[in-house]
């Protein structure tokens, strides 16, 4: 079978609902801080670990009754080998020439993992929850691509059920690396996804330079584009941090509407919004998530976008940065 | 959906870790069974809300669970 190049849903269900909240929980958008001039941490709004109380908890419960067993069975599956997560570390203590030396080897054993995208940062604020604190300094943000020819199928079952095969599949790279890490002597734990409690996996992969914030909300990286999942290890081993990358994302984001047109219930923004203090692509949470539980997660944003092509990301990148130096 | 992700703290040791361990069991165990009882009556509603052009209140608990 062929790979698709580009994927245009057809026919996807109307955002229509035959759900809903008999009271109204706080608009996610307040909760997520749109239009707040001042810095704050983000809060959990939905899928969160179920530790402590989210406004949003009762649609995430509905989305997990309905959503098939075979997506269930990941999540399940994803959770039981999350308890390896963190353990003893090691008595013995192996110590690095330096950091880079350090960050090189991480890399390597990430990539020899399954990791295809690999990047190191240190743990600030903008990457933890409100009210969360982590006993870590350094971030090895991890990213594993889609199978294409799966998510070729949003918003339907057939796409998320690989969205959460790959959800699992990094978080095991990750379980492992913090093993690895732990043997050596440094503390190490795991954090996978789709739901963590403590970090925030986007702005910790963009720190970390495995990609840039695009307009739909999530990671593009250069490799892959959007169809990638993320998962990240948080450790106390001095490394050497990547910085940011700039890859021509916001050269295409500023033109392109591709995304924004497509998506069912028009949660994109077509412009930057003031979130928490700053400027940024942001989708409309109170429309987004409603179409997400309808359609098990939709994702159609992600799979439309130009740079999710396979191969043409570097290409695409190369163009963009020609264009803006000209 | 809800996992059953926890925050960071100490590293237990054996003992600990066989007690997070069987927490984490019995949750995950409770969520399948929870998966497979309650939210097959949910999934009826919901589709029945679907067939009538009714709304499934997501913030109600079912009929069936109310009284428990």
Redesign the interface.
Known sequence: MTTPRRITPTNPPSPE???????Q?RSGNEINGLGEPDYRQPEHVF?????EPIEW???????????P?PI?RH??A???Q??N?????ARHRVTFDDEQSAAAEMKERARTLGAELVGITHVTDESLFAG?????THAISLGLSMDREEMAHVPQQRAAVEVLRVYRAISRTAIRLARQIRSLGW?A?A??N?????VLHIPLAVSAGLGQLGKHGSVISKEFGSNVRLAAV?TTLPMATDQPVDIGVEDLCRKCRRCVVDCPPGAIFDEKQLVRGAEKWYVDFDKCIPYFVKTDGCAICIQVCPWSVPGRGPSLSDQLLAKRNS | MRTVDTPAESHPGWLGRLQRDVRLFLRLAGMTLGYATAGRRIRKAYRDAQSSGAVYWVDEPHPADRDR
């Not at chain 1, 899928?47 to 530790?51: D, F, R, S």
């Not at chain 1, 908890?57 to 959503?67: K, T, V």
Request: net charge positive.
């Open positions: 609902y035959a759900f809903g909240y008999r009271h929980p899928h969160n670990a179920g530790t908890q009762a649609l995430d419960d509905f989305f997990g009754n309905i959503s067993w269930l999540v399940v994803n959770a039981w999350l308890r997560k963190d353990g003893r570390t969360h604190s982590v006993p870590y503390p734990r954090y996978g789709p739901n963590s409690t403590d948080l």
